[in-house]
């Protein structure tokens, strides 16, 4: 079974700053998606970057990047010129794309990112 | 265009009753998720819904269950509630079902036990 795993509870960052979650997963499958979803206060959870398995370039999306380490099953994110409203828990998740399997997301426990003025 | 709307955004229920939510996914999405969201557990996934047929299923008890209407409209339903029911639940639609399919999530239903 594949497994996601966030080590850092909380994180804190001051504005204009750059900080980066880490995030490993555990998968013997090697066809997936990874995807870094941001659940601020109001609860709903907001896609911020997604990356495909198969692309070796690392996906960026505005100050949002990944570092993406196949080999390593590591699945970090980089939020650069951080600002007030970056403020949120942030899951990394994990989406198998092997044909046959289920489709559901597999979520860490989260970081929750606070941002200093 | 309107998101994934979920409703209600809250609700409390004693523990023995049972409680439906609803969930209505974006225009043209024809794939409805749902999760379950608590402190200990994190997000869990519960079942997921297409053309009206259930194609995917965590694991969770019988009392769980769902269903999807020809409009793609979903509701689960939860019987026979339990204190450790009390969580965020988040509904996800997609436009359709597949490994490849982004998912957009409503902004949950607060279900509380006592």
């Known amino acids: 079974a594949q497994t996601v795993t966030q080590s850092q509870p909380e994180m804190s960052v001051q504005e204009a700053e750059t900080v980066t979650l880490s995030c490993t997963y555990d998968?013997?499958?090697?066809?997936?998606?990874l995807f870094w979803y941001k659940q601020p206060p109001s609860r709903q959870m907001i896609l911020v970057i997604r990356q495909e398995a198969y692309k070796q370039q690392n996906a960026t999306e505005n100050r949002f990047s990944v570092n993406f380490q196949k080999a390593a099953k590591s699945f970090s994110l980089k939020i650069s010129d951080s600002q007030l409203g970056d403020a949120a828990m942030y899951f990394c998740a994990y989406r198998s794309a092997t044909r046959g399997s289920q489709g559901n997301l597999i979520f860490g426990k989260g970081t929750k990112l606070s941002v200093k003025p | 265009k309107a998101g994934v709307t979920q409703t209600p955004r809250y609700l409390i229920k004693t523990r023995g009753q049972q409680v439906t939510l609803s969930c209505s996914p974006i225009?043209?999405?024809?794939?409805v998720s749902w999760y379950q969201q608590t402190p200990g557990q994190g997000l869990q996934f519960l079942f997921e819904y297409f053309s009206e047929t259930q194609r995917n299923k965590g694991n969770f008890p019988g009392r769980f269950s769902g269903r999807q209407f020809s409009n793609s409209r979903s509701e689960m339903n939860v019987s026979t509630l339990e204190l450790g029911d009390s969580a965020l639940y988040l509904c996800?639609?997609?436009?359709?079902?597949?490994?490849?399919?982004?998912?957009?999530f409503g902004q949950g239903t607060r279900l509380t036990v006592v």
């Open positions: 996800a639609s997609s436009r359709d079902w597949g490994m490849s399919a982004e998912a957009f």
């Open positions: 225009s043209g999405h024809r794939s």
């Open positions: 998968t013997s499958e090697s066809d997936y998606y």
